[in-house]
């Protein structure tokens, strides 16, 4: 006991050693300056109080950071989840019946943790992953375009291309024709800073991105009574608290005298599933972005993410995934250890408290030039060449999720790239149940098959073609010694062709294959988050 006690010390003082500070405390700006027009954008998208995106970004930076195992992952207010949302608090009528879902949605989340169904991320194929984050940076260049240029039309944080009566290249036209060239100025500048700052060793230490909003306050301040000021609409727009009691006044809490509503239950459900799969899909593209390497318990971000979603729902919030653009940020503005998420959750609970108005003279067109690099660095070209060079069965699952992604929303998204990909697995499967060598004997043709270590029924037809078109007259070894598991159906076509092989005057002889094989069990076969 006083060995796990020590341990457990030991690993969270490392959050504070000053090495790691060094790096999360500037990345956590960075993350906040991401995260408040996000939380602000999808609370309007989803029809809920602005306060309520705000105070899920909170809950998501300071209680899922806090017991979630991963180091880099952000949580807060998901894109994803804006139609279900509002669909969801029109259908139940009330606000408070929505919360109630919320927190039901984190009880089940929180059993699917203990139920260790976060396992399910061992089987996302690393090429859909890696087109996913591709896809989210197409995303984020395409869709902050039109912040860049001072035309405020869509939410902050769209990811889906069809918006209404508009899809991201139709916005992106009637921006370049309503274009604030203020707006224009303040977002070029923006990214020049972005790009240079960091190459400034004297002051590489203080964040680019801190830098671009002072600068775009200061520009805007300066543009003022002329024709490039920006509007009202075109700056955050963050709630402006005076007072604790007003503060306090903007909680809404959960009515759970609707706890026999069915409806409040197929919406929790719903939100419980789909905020599990987009955050474990979140989860396993932060890791691969993580230049240290490390992986996230799975299990145990389903269980900080149902705790997360149980306090939002108690306090007024809304439903929250662990979110890629937020942690992806984080990795790129240098973020170590989780310390970064939890610090970027005060960040905002300090901007709602102390300075909103502050908050609320930045320009979105320099918060969009910050996500426009953060689109850039996920979607390099480098990401593209270096899945080409994996070959087809890479490459095309790769290609298909950014498209697949890019022209209809994550989710959907996903789910084509992983039908893709389990495509090209089936073919290799079916490919590659043996190894087949050809040597001579006495003027006399033989032929070793050595079957692989897991042969199951999708290989019994590649299996049966093989031996059926065997040459006559010759030696046939067919070796199990590398198996674990030979299918039933599989282990009938060779006893079959054993029996049959005389009439073609063939010779088979079996090497360590057994007249049976257990289904290996599932402990084997996967790893324990």
């Known amino acids: 006991m006083a060995s796990n006690l020590s341990s457990a010390s030991s690993d969270f003082s490392k959050h504070f050693l000053k090495k790691n500070l060094k790096k999360d405390l500037p990345a956590s700006i960075v993350v906040f300056l991401v995260a408040l027009p996000l939380c602000l954008g999808i609370a309007l998208a989803s029809g809920a109080p602005l306060f309520a995106g705000v105070l899920t970004g909170i809950i998501g930076g300071i209680v899922v950071s806090s017991l979630s195992g991963s180091q880099l992952s952000v949580s807060g207010p998901a894109a994803g989840l804006t139609v279900i949302v509002f669909t969801s608090i029109t259908q139940l009528g009330a606000y408070p019946t929505f919360l109630l879902a919320v927190f039901i949605a984190g009880l089940f989340q929180i059993i699917l943790g203990l139920a260790k169904a976060g396992t399910i991320a061992n089987y996302f194929p690393s090429s859909v992953i890696e087109g996913m984050l591709a896809a989210i940076g197409v995303i984020l260049i395409l869709k902050q375009i039109p912040h860049a240029v001072g035309y405020d039309a869509e939410y902050e944080g769209s990811e889906s291309f069809i918006e209404g009566n508009e899809n991201t290249f139709s916005l992106i036209d009637t921006a370049l024709g309503a274009v604030?060239?203020?707006?224009?100025?303040?977002?070029?500048?923006?990214?020049?800073?972005?790009?240079?700052?960091?190459?400034?060793?004297?002051?590489?230490?203080?964040?680019?991105?801190?830098?671009?909003?002072?600068?775009?306050?200061?520009?805007?301040?300066?543009?003022?009574?002329?024709?490039?000021?920006?509007?009202?609409?075109?700056?955050?727009?963050?709630?402006?608290?005076?007072?604790?009691?007003?503060f306090s006044s903007l909680f809404v809490f959960p009515?759970?005298?609707?706890?026999?509503?069915?409806?409040?239950?197929?919406?929790?459900?719903?939100?419980?599933?789909?905020?599990?799969?987009?955050?474990?899909?979140?989860?396993?593209?932060?890791?691969?972005?993580?230049?240290?390497?490390?992986?996230?318990?799975?299990?145990?971000?389903?269980?900080?993410?149902?705790?997360?979603?149980?306090?939002?729902?108690?306090?007024?919030?809304?439903?929250?995934?662990?979110?890629?653009?937020?942690?992806?940020?984080?990795?790129?503005?240098?973020?170590?250890?989780?310390m970064s998420a939890i610090i970027h959750g005060l960040w905002l609970l300090v901007a709602l408290l102390a300075i909103p108005t502050f908050i609320n003279l930045i320009p979105l067109s320099c918060l969009a030039a910050i996500l426009l690099v953060t689109g850039y660095k996920l979607a390099k070209f480098d990401l593209f060449a270096k899945m080409w060079r994996g070959g087809y069965s890479q490459f095309i699952p790769f290609v298909v999720t950014v498209l697949a992604v890019v022209f209809t929303d994550l989710l959907k998204g996903v789910a084509v790239g992983m039908l893709v990909s389990v495509f090209y697995i089936l073919r290799n499967n079916l490919r590659n149940p043996y190894f087949y060598q050809i040597s001579t004997q006495s003027d006399k043709k033989v032929i070793e098959i050595k079957l692989a270590e897991e042969v199951s029924f999708l290989n019994k037809a590649a299996i049966q073609y093989t031996l059926a078109h065997l040459p006559k007259e010759s030696n046939v070894v067919i070796d199990g010694s590398n198996c674990r598991y030979i299918d039933p159906d599989v282990l009938e076509v060779i006893r079959n062709f054993k029996h049959s092989a005389y009439t073609k005057a063939v010779i088979v002889e079996l090497v360590n294959i057994k007249d049976r094989y257990d289904v290996p069990k599932l402990s084997e076969l996967i790893y324990k988050s």
């Open 180 to 246: 604030s060239y203020g707006a224009v100025i303040i977002s070029l500048i923006s990214l020049i800073i972005l790009i240079y700052w960091p190459k400034i060793k004297k002051v590489s230490g203080v964040p680019a991105a801190l830098i671009v909003v002072l600068t775009g306050i200061l520009l805007n301040r300066l543009f003022a009574g002329s024709q490039l000021a920006i509007k009202d609409e075109h700056l955050v727009q963050i709630p402006v608290v005076s007072s604790f009691a007003e």
């Open 255 to 338: 009515d759970f005298s609707q706890i026999v509503n069915k409806d409040v239950w197929v919406v929790a459900v719903t939100i419980a599933i789909v905020a599990s799969i987009e955050t474990l899909l979140s989860l396993e593209a932060v890791d691969k972005l993580d230049p240290i390497k490390r992986v996230s318990p799975t299990n145990k971000e389903l269980l900080a993410q149902g705790v997360g979603n149980m306090t939002s729902g108690l306090l007024g919030g809304l439903p929250m995934t662990a979110v890629i653009v937020r942690s992806s940020a984080n990795v790129n503005a240098g973020g170590r250890t989780k």
